[in-house]
């Protein structure tokens, strides 16, 4: 038992660095020279009632939906909803509670009541990311993905990068679950 939860802790602390490492790599995909990617890989931009909130991007799978906002996202699958907020443990919510949520603060305050999530919530959330990832580097390449001269050296270290082969290695892990497809990305080598 000892082991398990050793495991998952590692899976949960892999997967932090690398939302927040995402999360930094999607701003620059919003402001892409040819406009804003999300919107072009099929999300959309959902801009609130109160002009003083940030917007936020939807986007409705066959079998899930996703709701991302600057500091996290929500993903709704057949197998339950994951919370995934930015330098926080992944954690299991109801979609029905979130999904009317703008304010970023209201989504971490939320994030704080739900419970622990399951390691293939992990893998579902890995899994998405992946596929996110891969559609970047098909429909624009990761050129774009500079860091400014001044961002930190972990930030650096991943500009025009793609995570898609961090992101499926963590879903297998996760879960044997991980869908066949992300045994070997397509279009992965890194750049």
Known sequence: ??????????????????????????????????????????????????????????????????????????????????????????????????????DPRLVRAAHSHAAPCQPHHLADASTWFARYEVAVRAAAGVDHRSAPSDSTAELASHQRSCLDRPWAALARRASPRAPAELAEPAGSAAT
Do not use: K
């Open 1 to 102: 038992m000892r082991r398990l939860v050793a495991d998952r802790e590692c899976l949960e602390e892999q997967f932090i660095d690398l939302l927040d490492v995402q999360f930094w790599l999607m701003g620059r995909d919003v402001v892409h020279p040819a406009g804003n990617l999300l919107v072009a890989l099929g999300l959309t931009r959902e801009r609130p009632a109160n002009p003083e909130l940030p917007s936020r991007y939807t986007m409705a799978g066959q079998d899930e939906f996703a709701i991302i906002w600057r500091c996290g996202l929500l993903l709704s699958t057949a197998h339950g909803d994951v919370l995934c907020v930015r330098g926080l443990t992944p954690r299991r919510v109801a979609y029905r509670c979130l999904h009317d949520l703008w």
